[in-house]
């Protein structure tokens, strides 16, 4: 930690500000955060923003600009009930990864917070966004403001030419594969989204062309088809299999018309913007609470906080990094907040005063004393799984109380299998990363075959992780918006990665059966 500063005049002595307070304190937030932790951010964009606009953003994935739809709409209605109730309270900032970065701040926080909201988010997640390797391969901070101005005019403007029950029909479906519309293991783009964009642009004055793609994919003679097996020819040419399905229906649908390819293009665009989040919560929010927990340290060690804004300021620090206990009613699971600001914290711990069992588990950070270096490594290289698979501590499992329990559906009784000792660390540990995998939060679901020459049924199959096959009535309700996009059968299969088994079969759905939309 860098040597206390000479004391200075506290920041100020209120809660009342104004927009030259909040600059004020932004100065003396980025001395501190450049200065002392090598933050290395993309120029800041604040923005005051009231309640109902934060709820308006909560709406529309906190996103500054986008296009209109039914379900953004009922979001914000059931929000707004549960915040006018008293229910839910709101967000104290939301914050874009955009270049510039914008963070909107409520006009209702005390200045406390506003300095601390501009820590954490105009600083720490700044920062994370900006150098974290999964964002900088999969996300075009330069082009998504503008991306995104593209997408509601053209959603606007198909919804002038078409109707809006066309346009929401498409985003009905698109939306329920959102996340299943996104490349997740290949670097997916060579071009930016300003070129995606002019690309979109000069496409549109083609529409007429639309099914060329489609008709070139149908085999030229039969020389062609007296060759090798047609099952695996036909997977070839249409580069079976594919995870992406969005995609695929935008590249292959045959009764799609251009318009409608496009608007796939734009949720599959949006969807993978949000991808390295999914990856990332742990870590960001980590991020972005160690930063504004050690700047706003160093502030009142300064002198300027004063001991009633720093105690307003732990409150809220406290608030944010709470655990409830597994039988207690706030109980959802594992606080990302309190996860990652507790693992950073303890590198700083073992860098500077490490135990016999940090170097035992840990030699390569024990007694290092560059902490700040090991975060900012964390932060760059790392993502949930492999950050908690790396840096996860034995006393962190224990402050915790973590452990591990085989849950066998065929057996009466729980049975805790991993415990407080070195085993179980390593246990707690795996399982615990595993559990931060995208890979088994969300079904690999794939498309592995369509005869376009016969029936054209799209064949789908499920690859099941750990037994835990697809929900029902979910799986129906999506294949149903699937039907609809494609235009003929669809079928799904679950099955056993490890052997090919069929788990779990579904009737095919047909594009007859109705899509639920607003209204319907």
């Known amino acids: 930690m860098a040597p206390n500063a000479a004391a200075q005049q506290p920041l100020f002595t209120g809660s009342d500000w104004d927009y030259r307070d909040v600059m004020r304190v932004y100065d003396a937030v980025a001395e501190i955060a450049h200065g002392e932790l090598g933050l290395d951010t993309y120029p800041n964009q604040i923005e005051v923003i009231d309640s109902e606009q934060m709820l308006d953003a909560y709406a529309s994935m906190g996103l500054p600009l986008f296009y209109r739809h039914w379900s953004f709409g009922k979001q914000f ?15 104290y900032e939301i914050v874009i990864n955009s270049k510039p970065c914008i963070s909107y701040i409520m006009e209702e926080n005390t200045l406390t917070m506003q300095t601390l909201v501009v820590a954490h988010a105009a600083f720490g997640h700044n920062h994370f966004f900006k150098n974290n390797r999964l964002f900088q391969e999969w996300t075009d901070a330069d082009g998504i403001l503008d991306y995104l101005d593209f997408a509601k005019g053209y959603i606007a403007e198909c919804e002038e030419r078409y109707g809006v029950r066309a346009v929401e029909r498409v985003l009905d479906a698109a939306h329920a594969l959102m996340s299943q519309g996104v490349h997740r ?17 000069e496409r549109a004055r083609f529409a007429e062309q639309s099914y060329n793609d489609l008709w070139r994919t149908v085999p030229g003679g039969a020389e062609a088809e007296a060759e090798g097996d047609p099952v695996e020819r ?28 496009e608007v ?6 949006i969807a993978q913007y949000f991808y390295p989040q999914k990856q990332t919560k742990v870590m960001n929010e980590g991020c972005a609470t160690a930063v504004h927990y050690y700047v706003m340290n160093r502030l009142h060690e300064r002198g300027q906080l004063t001991d009633g804004a720093f105690l307003e300021c732990l409150h809220n620090h406290t608030s944010v990094i709470f655990q409830p206990g597994f039988d207690d009613r706030r109980f959802s699971g594992i606080n990302p907040y309190a996860l990652g600001f507790a ?23 024990a007694g290092c004393g560059d902490w700040v270096g090991v975060w900012q490594e964390a932060w760059r290289e790392y993502r949930d799984e492999s950050f908690i698979l790396q840096f996860l501590s034995p006393k962190v499992i224990r402050d915790f109380r973590l452990f591990r329990v085989h849950d066998d ?82 079928k799904l299969y679950e099955v056993a990665p490890e052997t090919g088994r069929v788990l779990n079969e579904y009737p095919a759905v047909s594009p007859e059966a109705p899509v639920g939309g607003a209204g319907e």
Do not use: C
Request: aromatic share 6%; hydrophobic share 40%; proline share 5%.
């Open 264 to 269: 796939l293009r734009i949720v599959r665009n």
């Open 343 to 365: 693992i950073l914290q303890d590198i700083q711990r073992m860098a500077t005063a490490p135990t016999d069992e940090d170097r035992r588990w840990f030699p390569d950070i």
């Open 234 to 261: 036909r997977m070839q040419r249409l580069g079976l299999p594919e995870e992406n399905l969005l995609y695929f229906l935008e590249k292959r649908a045959p009764r799609l018309a251009h318009w409608q390819r």
């Open 77 to 91: 209605a059931r929000d707004e009930m549960l915040y006018r109730k008293g229910y839910t309270g709101l967000a």
């Open 185 to 201: 293991y290949p670097k997916p783009r060579a071009r930016s989204l300003r070129e995606e964009r002019d690309r979109e642009i």
């Open 409 to 490: 559906a065929q057996a009466p009784e729980l049975v805790v299998d991993a415990i407080h000792d070195d085993p179980g660390y390593r246990e707690v540990r795996r399982s615990l990363a595993r559990r931060h995998d995208i890979a088994r939060q969300e079904p690999d679901i794939q498309v592995v075959d369509v005869d376009l020459e016969g029936d054209r049924m799209l064949v789908l199959e499920h690859r099941v992780v750990d037994g835990a096959t697809l929900e029902r009535s979910d799986a129906l309700a999506v294949l149903r918006h699937l039907a609809d996009l494609w235009g003929y059968d669809v």
